[in-house]
């Protein structure tokens, strides 16, 4: 099957997802072609948010500075109060066997009143097997009751959503709204999407491994600390 299109492309779109996937593209137009694909979509979501309505966002800390900043800059710009959240998750396999993985949160970030946001928004470069977003997206419901939850990406694999929703009850999953530009149906043994999103997101944003994104703070989490703190 050939890469899908959502019902959300336009050309403009389409060349940005080239770049991501061409080798040649350094770090910096790298992180500089998803933070365009987050002004895309934050102009999606706009869209379908309620006049004057807030938000919370969630977003892991390597999309911080990029994709999630495209968003949250468009839904600012638009007079939205955006309320971040950032997770640092680890991502394994801990039984090899049944090639299972996990993504436990190591460290988090919130800014205060998240929890009574009516809509909830979570960012991801790229949803294949979805454990990042389910790990996320479980701690966010148990600490807050949205009436809409958007999650966000601008790559899917096929089967993903399917995948995410099966780890959630029919209450929560009657929640979700998908935003989106392209669905990828192909893996390479080691598990990347092809072509998704150009490989490995943590090597193509110019981190050389997992270990050295976790040690990272996003400049949008310092800038909001900064703000928020006494």
Not at 20 to 35: C, H, P, R, V
Not at 146 to 174: C, M, Q, T, Y
Not at 183 to 192: A, F, I, L, N, Q
Request: aromatic fraction near 8%; proline fraction near 4%; include cysteine.
């Amino acid at each position: 099957m050939a890469r899908k299109f959502s019902e959300n492309i336009n050309e403009s779109v389409k060349l940005l997802l080239e770049k991501l996937i061409n080798t040649e593209t350094d770090a910096s137009a790298y992180s500089d072609t998803m933070y365009k694909l987050g002004t895309e979509l934050g102009l999606k979501i706009h869209s379908k948010l309620k006049e004057g309505q807030n938000v919370a966002l969630a977003s892991t800390a390597e999309d911080a500075d990029n994709l999630s900043k495209g968003i949250i800059d468009i839904l600012e710009e638009k007079g939205r109060k955006v309320l971040l959240t950032v997770f640092w998750n680890k991502r394994f396999k801990p039984n090899k066997e049944n090639n299972i993985t996990i993504a436990p949160i190591i460290k988090e970030f919130h800014e205060k009143g998240y929890k009574d946001s009516p809509t909830l928004i979570v960012t991801k470069s790229i949803i294949a097997n979805s454990c990042v977003v389910r790990t996320n997206l479980t701690k966010l419901v148990l600490e807050s009751n949205p009436s809409s939850i958007f999650v966000v990406a601008p790559v899917l694999l096929e089967g993903a959503k399917e995948n995410l929703e099966r780890e959630f009850e029919s209450r929560i999953v009657d929640k979700f709204h998908y935003f989106y530009f392209a669905v990828d149906d192909k893996k390479s043994p080691d598990g990347t999407v092809i072509p998704g999103i150009g490989g490995d997101v943590y090597q193509r944003l110019g981190f050389s491994d997992q270990d050295a994104k976790n040690k990272f703070v996003p400049q949008i989490v310092k800038s909001r600390r900064e703000v928020s703190s006494p």
